[in-house]
């Protein structure tokens, strides 16, 4: 399978604990997306790559998340100090774009659930 | 402010028949739209898109109709199957940043 991977696909952590999460791309993908969906809402934007360049934060992305994404392939995903409004499905995307150029088609994976309790 | 909205929550129709799903939008910057198709506990598949230059897009048994003056656009599914029931998202791209989600029409199809 040469889809957008993701692990772990389930992840439950008490309150206050980190929680990392890891995404390999579609391999010749350059640009690298992290989502977040909750129940009755769609995607919400997080971050993207371009490469290892983090080029664009939401402001969804309090400064208890860090994304990285050292080598311009795989990506992670880190949530420090949980809170219970963090559970949701995580989900990550990759696409072949260009800066200025539309036409990007993102491509997601199967998406990381996480409960906080 | 949503940019991006999707008025009906949901949608049910007889198999065979046609499943129209609408997607409204606010900016006039976006410049290429998509359809995304979701089960639960899955990631979003993609479906079907359309590039501002053009008003309509054909795959198959979907098609996706777009009006930028009035800034909409449909999803149309003939004929709708059973296995066609999931969410359904409409995305927009503004020049090659990251895609913006209304969210999401539920689809039922009933055999």
């Known amino acids: 399978d040469t889809g957008v991977s993701q692990d772990p696909r389930h992840k439950i952590t008490k309150r206050g604990q980190n929680v990392t999460f890891r995404c390999d791309p579609i391999?010749?993908?350059?640009?690298l997306y992290w989502y977040r969906q909750t129940l009755g809402q769609g995607p919400e934007f997080l971050t993207y790559?371009?490469?290892?360049?983090?080029?664009?934060k939401s402001r969804l992305l309090s400064d208890r998340f860090s994304a990285e994404r050292p080598k311009g392939s795989f990506s992670t995903l880190e949530i420090q100090r949980t809170e219970q409004g963090d559970s949701a499905m995580y989900l990550c995307a990759s696409s072949l774009g260009h800066q200025g150029r539309s036409g990007n088609t993102i491509y997601f994976g199967e998406g990381s659930w996480l409960t906080v309790v | 402010d949503q940019q991006v909205k999707q008025n009906s929550p949901s949608l049910s129709v007889q198999e065979g028949r046609i499943s129209i799903l609408n997607c409204d939008y606010t900016?006039?910057?976006?410049?290429?739209f998509l359809w995304y198709k979701k089960y639960p506990a899955e990631g979003p598949t993609f479906l079907i898109s359309i590039s501002s230059i053009k008003d309509k897009n054909e795959d198959g048994r979907f098609t996706v109709f777009l009006n930028k003056s009035a800034k909409h656009l449909s999803l149309h599914i003939v004929p709708s199957q059973p296995g066609d029931s999931a969410v359904y998202f409409c995305a927009a791209d503004q020049a090659g940043t990251a895609l913006i989600f209304g969210k999401g029409t539920t689809l039922s199809v009933s055999s």
């Open positions: 900016n006039s910057m976006f410049d290429y």
């Open positions: 391999s010749e993908h350059n640009r």
């Open positions: 790559f371009q490469n290892e360049a983090q080029l664009e």
